[in-house]
């Protein structure tokens, strides 16, 4: 897919390989969204060609009774997602073992896939993995085995805790060491991976952004309404699973007798999350949404006066910009790359602990001084997608031998407008 706006460039177009298994598919539409997300920004500036590579795990049977392993096999072998071309091979997991030998079955499973592109003529500049383990690792036996250059984004988990194994790590010091370059998602991410042994001087911490097209401030009385609230509401968005949090926010209703908490995603912890609702004497304070488009998130952002998250672990919680574009402030645990976004009041707060008992405090800070939406609309303005996009593009012109930019480490600074 060719970008739409290229004015601004006349180096040689890049072709790049995208390879990853975080990326969005008609079974899975938010699997790993921002990914997609990343690549098509880049796409709407810069003059590159991409196709993407998303394998998925094999399972031989789409019968329900198999509950999301079914899903895997509805997954299309190869689909057109905005005009990009997503292939997507199956690879063996297998399970107790699996996480040990996935690098290996990941790069099996793509090898084909990938000579049978540059057989087709399709040839490209490099493979741009996204997620260290087992994604980044298999991206390095492929670039190995084809002669080509591979780029490799930490997200987060894949560092702080998939790392902490020993026969993962030693795999990914081998990637790291193979790479032409890494790119963390936030300065705090790039001290971990420096601290496991990678190379730092091939390690660029390039933050995301947000869309500001897409996330922006509906009218406040409007959206409120359309979701039938009023009142002090706070806004926990995220999969529903134990590190995520969601139970500290609602617990925290406890203490805040007039306020209530939406909950936007899906997973295995939703069941326990309502059953402590009920225990708590909370449950008609609290709205589950389920999976929400992005549209509707932005709805849900704009009715609410706090983003709450508090997370045990991250690298960088997109949903912070997205809540902050759409003017609202968030109280956000510590953790990550969240002390790298709010850094001032117009974007929020840090718990002063990751706890209900944090979040209270928090909330009550939040509410004795609130800042003006605008204000906090304009701080997530300064990090809108462009410079990322552009980073990544001068990283990846440098890799394939056509730099657009003196060489020099990247790193975008995220401070806050004063």
Known sequence: MDATDRSEFTAPMLKILTFSTLFPNPVAPHHGIFTETT????????????????????????????????????????????????????????P???????????????????????????????????????????????????????????????IN?????????????????????????????????????????????????????????????????ALGIDGFTLLSVGHLVENKGHDKAIRALAALPDARLLVAGCGPERARLEALARQLGVAGRVR???????????????????LVLASSREGWANVLLEAMACGTPALASDV??????????????????????????AVQALRAAPPARGATRAHAARHAWHDTALARFDLFARIAGRPTTPAQPCTLQTNCLT
């Open 288 to 306: 589950f949404g389920g999976v929400l488009r992005q549209d509707q998130l932005r709805s849900w952002y704009s009715a609410a006066d706090a």
């Open 161 to 225: 805790l998939l790392a902490r194994y020993r026969g993962p790590r030693r795999m990914m010091r081998w990637a790291a060491g193979r790479s032409a370059a890494m790119i963390s998602v936030c300065q705090a991410l790039r001290g971990e991976m420096v601290r496991l042994g990678m190379p730092g001087d091939r390690i660029h911490a390039l933050r995301n952004g947000v869309d500001l097209e897409l996330f922006y401030p509906e009218p406040r009385a409007m959206a409120r309404a």
């Open 39 to 94: 690549l098509r920004q880049q796409l709407r500036s810069f003059p590159m060609q991409v196709q993407v590579v998303a394998p998925v795990p094999w399972f031989p049977s789409r019968a329900p009774l198999f509950g999301r392993y079914a899903g895997y096999a509805g997954v299309p072998r190869e689909e057109v997602r905005a005009g990009v071309r997503v292939l997507h091979p199956r690879y063996l997991s297998l």
């Open 96 to 158: 107790r073992v699996g996480m040990h030998v996935a690098p290996l079955t990941l790069a099996r499973a793509a090898r084909p896939i990938v000579a049978g592109l540059l057989a087709a003529g399709h040839d490209f500049d490099l493979i741009d993995a996204h997620y260290f383990y087992p994604d980044g690792v298999a991206a390095a036996l492929l670039g190995r085995a084809f002669g080509k250059p591979v780029t490799i984004t930490a997200l987060g988990s894949d």
């Open 336 to 361: 990550g790359g969240t002390a790298e976004v709010i850094t001032c009041p117009a974007a929020g707060l840090l718990l002063p602990e990751n706890s209900a008992a944090g979040i209270v405090s």
